[in-house]
T-cell receptor, first 114, second 111 residues
Framework: GAGVSQTPSNKVTEKGKYVELRCDPI?????LYWYRQSLGQGPEFLIYFQGTGAADDSGLPNDRFFAVRPEGSVSTLKIQRTERGDSAVYLC????????????FGPGTRLTVL | DAKTTQPPSMDCAEGRAANLPCNHSTISGNEYVYWYRQIHSQGPQYIIH???NNETNEMASLIITEDRKSSTLILPHATLRDTAVYYC????????????FGGGTRLMVKP
């Protein structure tokens, strides 16, 4: 079956630009997570959705970062006024429900801010 | 969630067992031990989890010490495709919360 997909796989942008990263979770999965992974480090949590609502956005680094999940399936991570320090791999994961033991990860979007 | 400590890297010969240790001395009674791995250029993949009993599935075995302060992930017959970064994570299972990844152990399986 289809896993978690993320688009684009790579995104190169200039400092100050706006970017959107998309995540398509596994069909029927109610929980959706965004993580960010810098080179040589483990993934860091950004935000978690239960259905359409953000249940925990404590990992978002600042107000330039925002995410939505309007219909409870696809999610978009939005970054305004990108900075070079935003360069990382952005990972999305989903699970069938929040208490599920397994999170299924997508392949990530590699964001490079020049 | 409790913090974990893992060696940064390990080598293993192909076909031999890979034993990956993890220390989690501050683990709470309601926290489970989870293992994920991340193969190069892919997202992390769930391997196994446990509370206090040893667990085994088709991928690996998890041995948790009686005091629950440490655990070992065992890949019984490592293959080249098992080369990856392995993350040990402690987490309250029934909470809809995130995974807190540390630095993990980079396992290199060699021919």
């Amino acid at each position: 079956g289809a896993g978690v997909s993320q688009t684009p796989s790579n995104k190169v942008t200039e400092k100050g630009k706006y970017v959107e990263l998309r995540c398509d979770p596994i069909s029927g999965h109610t929980a959706l997570y965004w993580y960010r992974q810098s080179l040589g480090q483990g993934p860091e949590f950004l935000i978690y959705f239960q259905g359409t609502g953000a249940a925990d956005d404590s990992g978002l680094p600042n107000d330039r970062f925002f995410a939505v999940r309007p219909e409870g399936s696809v999610s978009t991570l939005k970054i305004q006024r990108t900075e070079r320090g935003d360069s990382a791999v952005y990972l999305c994961a989903s699970s069938i429900h929040p208490q599920s033991n397994e999170q299924f990860f997508g392949p990530g979007t590699r964001l490079t801010v020049l | 969630d409790a913090k974990t400590t893992q060696p940064p890297s390990m080598d293993c010969a192909e076909g031999r067992a890979a034993n990956l240790p993890c220390n989690h001395s501050t683990i709470s009674g309601n926290e489970y031990v989870y293992w994920y791995r991340q193969i190069h250029s892919q997202g992390p993949q769930y391997i196994i989890h446990g509370l206090k009993n040893n667990e085994t599935n088709e991928m690996a075995s998890l041995i948790i010490t009686e005091d629950r302060k440490s655990s070992t992930l065992i890949l019984p017959h490592a293959t080249l495709r098992d080369t990856a970064v392995y993350y040990c994570i402690v987490r309250v299972s029934n909470a809809g919360n995130m995974l807190t990844f540390g630095g993990g152990t980079r396992l290199m399986v060699k021919p």
